[in-house]
């Protein structure tokens, strides 16, 4: 396999925050974060914020929303509690806070 994207963020509660993303390869950040959000969804994650709305967020379906509806959302996502993942050698899960790396191989 060979590395061709990840991903480094935070959680807390419910809410998981992206801090920054890379690729080497082009479109790998696509199916990176696409991934990634569907493990966030199955782990019980009730928010992803992405940061900055880019084009290729809103081609996946990103979207803009307004400060207090992100303020409604991240306070009733945080208050809730930690989700647990799987044990991998790519997810570490200290609590309350959650720190990851998601890398995307080829």
Not at 19 to 30: H, P, Q
Not at 38 to 52: E, N, V, W
Not at 76 to 89: G, H, I, N, Q, S
């Amino acid at each position: 396999y060979v590395l061709v994207g990840g991903e480094l963020g935070s959680g807390c509660g419910a809410v998981y925050t992206s801090v920054s993303g890379f690729y080497f390869k082009d479109g790998a950040e696509t199916i990176q974060i696409c991934a990634m959000a569907r493990l966030l969804q199955r782990s019980g994650f009730d928010l992803l914020a992405l940061g900055q709305c880019i084009e290729y967020k809103k081609s996946f379906g990103a979207k803009t929303i307004t400060r207090a509806e992100f303020l409604s959302l991240h306070h009733a996502a945080r208050a809730k509690a930690v989700p647990t993942f799987e044990k991998t050698d790519w997810v570490r899960t200290p609590s309350p806070f959650t720190f990851m790396c998601v890398n995307c191989y080829l």
